[in-house]
């Protein structure tokens, strides 16, 4: 038996689908924990590139159970989408499943998420427009409506008109758009209850029949730890629990049957949309690096800004998360640079501050302390060893793992699963 929570431990998009998809040739399940479709997930494998929004990033290997858990929100058109597009690219889904208490994302969501932007104007978020805080929102506020009572149709129309008329009253009488109609969503959300019924299960019974056979499973997190709606840059956050107790919570799993929590962290920083990056770089690096990487959001298609690596925060994500071990992402794409920059600490008023302020307006005021190290300008893609890397490159690596406090089991020096230098075995 062995629980592994893979969890994003920047602002997301470290490349937690490429670590989800490496370690899952060893689980027997991999489970989706919390976000919808504002998430995106890039794997490389032999069956070609994929951009993985809902289905687990395990899907590509045909003996592992994949599962969408109950703190997932589903907008059931994406869902499809992407099933359809494995299948017809030989993937195959009859392993996949949905958890019957998952929230629905439903049309008035992605209405509201649009209209609530525009009305915040130059203090916008950033926020996808996908409908994922509002549909969260409705989940806290006893609103939502769940893949489960899709099936019961009787039930469901009674709820959808009860929660439609409210969602019509604001649309109508705050941001003065049209009314949307009860039917209309109800016929749509039918014929999706219908091509979903065979998908959905009560999944947390599954997880725990899953341990209790004594297999291995992996639990994959969404977006990043500063993200997470209670120890993220807030507001710029994503609406739920990114960080490893989420998992608990988004599957219905005793906190004490996860074995490892493992971190992903790029070998620099990036954040897509509003919010403070204290590491960012608005010079032709952050220029080099962002088209180096293809630093642009696998939902979105924005560019991602792109920092030096911040171990202030770096530190502050091991020890909310609690992590075992760190998988390093991306450092072949810092090949080029003669030299590189560590934040180690912050100035802030007069002060050195060695943990980041909660506060995101103080956070934006932080000046970075800067550590600077040679950089090894060569090519590394095609090393598979630690000990092969350049001394500067291993220089470099041993440094953040100092600084973060937790040792890096995983380097990834390409967007392929060989392209993995497995300092430690993880499984």
Known sequence: MLAIAVIGAQWGDEGKGKIVDLLAEKANMVVRFCGGNNAGHTVV????????????????????????????????????EEIDELKRRGVDVSKLFVSDRANLIMPYHILLDGLEEESRGSGALGTTRKGIGPAYMDKAGRLGIRTGELIEKESFHQRLRFVLEQKNRILTRVYDAQPLSLEEIYDKYCQYGERL???IRETDLMV???LERGETIILEGAQGSLLDIDFGTYPYVTSTSTSAGGACIGLGLSPARIDRVIGVFKAYSTRVGSGPLPTELFDETGELIRKSA????TTTGRPRRCGWFDAVVGRFSARI???????????????????????????????????PPSNSGLLAKCEPIYEELPGWQRDI????????????????????????????????????????IVVKEII
Request: glycine share 10%; hydrophobic share 35%.
């Open 45 to 80: 494998n032999p069956y070609g590139e994929f951009r993985m929004h809902l289905v687990p990033s395990g899907i590509f290997h045909r003996e592992v159970t994949c599962i969408i858990g109950n703190g997932v929100v589903i907008d059931p058109a994406v869902l499809f």
């Open 197 to 199: 019924a065979p998908f």
């Open 208 to 210: 725990q029949e899953a």
């Open 294 to 297: 293809h630093e642009y959001g």
């Open 321 to 355: 998360n609690g992590f075992s071990g760190v998988a390093l992402t991306r450092l072949d794409i810092l090949d080029a640079l003669p030299s590189l920059k560590i934040c180690t600490g912050y100035k802030l008023e007069g002060k050195t501050l060695k943990n």
């Open 381 to 420: 893609s095609q090393l598979r060893r630690f000990k092969d890397l350049p001394p500067e490159a291993r220089s470099y690596v041993k440094r953040v793992e100092e600084l973060i406090g937790c040792p890096i089991d995983l380097i990834s020096v390409g967007p392929r699963r060989e392209q993995t």
